[in-house]
């Protein structure tokens, strides 16, 4: 696709500095940008960094001066360098359902318009997909799975039964979503040998409007009630969410972290990767954890949080971490310590 | 399915505080039940929440009195509550024999009775299902693997040749059982160029009856002989269980944790979410290692273990952080105090 | 198969202490190993484990004297010994094309000499598969994608489209190549409501020769540019690749370890397991990173980083954990001390 600038600002609904500008093909980061492409500073404090750029315009905070290329003026450039990137690269519209003759779709599955199913998809019993969705080769479609409109659903998913999803949500390949909760009892049997009794889960998963899940992640389904991800929540390949949990709107989950049971997460929060959270925990409303942080805790609104160790020079570490068994000692001795020079002041005086 | 309460006592082998009582249709926890359900205290000191529930009945630890609402005494109510949620919730036996049209069986596979076999499932030359189990969609069962009998595996599974598989087991979707360990050997090659030498995987998996493995889990052959998860297992979501590992019997292993290759774990363990064990440990029986713990070497049965760094406000962890380097040297600077503080004394006497 | 020992040691480019010797039908660790395999010491303060194995045969480091066994002294004999697990195990080579009739083949798709192309398989419109790969059960290999020869791509793999994949790779069961990059803008809306907006991705990624990858891995596509993983790399299972990131040749990442957006790894590195590596970091060549550290700054060539906090009995950790946040007020009174101390000195001269 090629856009001059001037059509470009018209579709930010901004202006442009030239018109109708310079032919564009593409939206790239500054190191990345071609002549063709048009590319953004996101704060002032980077102008600086324009001038290594090949870029044939550029989006920069209103009030820039811009030397020698043409400009569109944002209050927000990577916002809409965001959305450049969707009019350049987004995934296509279909204008055509487009079923595979080799998909398997339930003769009960109500399909809206405009759907497309790939290659040995599996649509099942009573299944709803609403129009202009996309189903990835090999993907399962349980039974009584609802989807909305406009999402698009990757290869080799697995969805299982009476899942809710919504409309614009984007599901990377390899999830699986709605597989049992992680829930047993231990109990002993006649003969005193322990078990454990699998406790079976008969809630389920409600993904909202415009989530984004990656590759790899596991949502399961609530033990009783409804595992929710809230609209427009974010979450990365290869993480975790367990049974019960509720996770607010706009929140943004990096990759490999892990939420565990009937925990909540509020809306707006930022968690970085590798984060655990324990079970039955409460995070508010605009927290920021920083990566590999565990918590063990509830955490008020609006808390921003780091923990976990960095590394350091094994030959330090080796002695660091034998001092972490002895810190109630080391606070013993400064006790003592002080106990000790106190009594001397009151010796000498 | 309804039942009076005084069926379900007879099926956990109870009775009932009334006969018939209600009608049950399902069973749910305390804030989750309607008043259709039958609910559980686990313990004398929840008794109090009950009053919060809607439930039209509920397990009780024996010895309590439960005013205004028809019970059940049990030894052990959430083991009782995790029976009654299999029978209400559990996965449908089979009464005939299901195989898809389009399932893709290597006419050498040795079939059960009442197995189901979904759409586009792949079972290889000299493969054995037993009765009752049933494979889901798109799974792939590779040659020569022997699956016992009312085993669920759910859809888009990976199972590499000659694993063996129990009976009862569940596998959820996504999971991948038996691909090569991972080991290298470096060498230089006749430039002086490093290489690493792949170690292929002779060995096998042994997946023992009753156990229980999450979605997207793996579990590695060995080099040399077997990986073997015991019965009654218990495995988590996106779990690592890498080759020539170990696991006794009735241990339960929660979501994210990883143990490295020819390491042990002994039997009814329960490790902690994001926990690590490094390769060639054995951590004993009855083993508790908290979420988050990292196993560096061997653990004695019994033990309970933590050990992982808890989050803290930011701007409080950044002075803790810089401080665990400097551990060290506060020591050193306390035993300094000590000598100077003790010679002063001498000094002065 | 069955080799005589003196067949094996040509294979090796290495003389037998017996011609022929005995005959050889296996490769096994010591204490894997039956009296018809071969068996190795990686190092001679080994020596001594080699009376507790029933090996026929065995590989020595150079210049031992081996007692009452036939041997093949070599420079490395781990290095050889896996050389042996791949002509014992190794996966087969193919003479004949195999490409399952249920395999989704588009048309346009150019398919190499000798390709196994396995049921339910997809191959996307201008993929490109070398001579001598395999594709295994419902793999689906993306639009204009393209595989070199003699690769080995397991079952339930998913490769977005336009992935370049080189020669010799191997890649494990149900990982996930190409899924776009994490990354999204945050805005607020007319109504001002707080919302992300995704960033598409343009990039792609790149697989070099002898590349291995394990199961339910996932490496995400490039914002801009190429996400690179260059030859000779080894990844384990469950390894979360951002977008963008670059690792060098030759390096080794064990299982669960996760790599943020932008960073770098150099060549000849090993990372244990459950590593990670934060956003924008470089780390240098020939690093090796302890099992579970965090690496939150770059790391310069040829450093051993350690840092994850060891597991300790609980009651223990409960007291150490506490006094990681006085860290700082410890510190304070250990100065306050000093300064005392200092004083009381003065005080007396």
Redo the contacts between chains.
């Keep these: 696709m090629n856009l001059k600038l001037d059509e470009i600002a018209h579709f930010l609904g901004k202006e442009a500095s030239e018109t109708p500008g310079p032919e564009i093909s593409?939206?790239?980061?500054l190191e990345?940008?071609t002549d063709k492409d048009i590319t953004y500073v996101a704060e002032a404090k980077f102008m600086r960094l324009l001038g290594t750029s090949k870029a044939a315009a550029v989006l920069v905070p209103r009030g820039m001066s811009v030397p020698e290329r043409p400009f569109i003026e944002c209050t927000?450039p990577?916002?809409d360098?965001?959305?450049l990137?969707?009019l350049?690269?987004?995934?296509p519209k279909k204008s055509c359902s487009n079923v595979?003759e080799?998909a398997?779709v339930h003769p009960t599955a109500r399909i809206g318009d405009h759907v497309t199913i790939?290659?040995?998809a599996?649509i099942g019993k009573n299944a709803e997909i609403g129009s202009g969705t996309s189903i990835?080769?090999?993907t399962?479609v349980g039974e009584g799975v609802s989807i909305g409109q406009d999402t698009t659903i990757?290869?080799?998913?697995?969805i299982?039964p009476c899942v809710a999803i919504g409309s614009r949500v984007?599901i990377?390949?390899?999830a699986?979503i709605g597989?049992?909760g992680?829930?047993?009892?231990?109990?002993v049997d006649s003969s005193g040998s322990?078990?454990?009794?699998?406790?079976?889960?008969?809630?389920s998963v409600e993904i909202q409007d415009d989530v984004?899940i990656?590759?790899?992640t596991?949502i399961?389904r609530a033990?009783?009630?409804v595992t929710t991800i809230g609209a427009?929540v974010?979450i990365?390949?290869?993480v975790?969410i367990?049974h019960n949990v509720n996770i607010g709107p706009?929140t943004?989950i990096?990759?490999?972290s892990?939420i565990?049971g009937s925990s909540s997460v509020g809306s707006?929060g930022m968690l970085?990767?590798?984060v655990?959270i324990?079970d039955h925990v409460s995070v508010g409303n605009g927290v920021?954890?920083?990566?590999?942080?565990?918590?063990?805790?509830d955490?008020p609104d609006g808390?921003?949080?780091?923990?976990?160790?960095?590394?350091?020079?094994?030959?330090?570490?080796?002695?660091?971490?034998s001092?972490?068994?002895?810190?109630?000692e080391?606070?013993e001795?400064?006790r003592n310590?002080?106990r000790?020079?106190l009594q001397?002041?009151k010796?000498?005086s």
Excluded: C, W
């Design positions: 593409g939206v790239r980061p990345f940008a927000n990577e916002a360098f965001a959305r990137s969707k350049f690269y987004g995934y595979s080799s398997s790939d290659a040995y599996v990835g080769a090999h399962v990757f290869p080799n998913v697995t299982y984007i990377h390949a390899g699986v597989a049992d992680f829930g047993y009892a231990r109990d322990v078990m454990n009794i699998k406790k079976f889960h008969s809630g984004e990656g590759a790899l596991a399961d033990l009783a009630g427009d974010k990365d390949n290869l975790q367990a706009g943004v990096a990759s490999q892990g565990a707006f970085g990767g590798q655990g324990r920021v954890l920083a990566t590999r942080v565990g918590i063990y805790r955490v808390s921003v949080m780091a923990g976990s160790i960095p590394a350091m020079p094994h030959t330090i570490f080796l002695r660091v971490q001092l972490f068994k002895r810190l109630p080391m606070l001795r400064i310590l002080e000790t020079v001397n002041r010796d000498k």
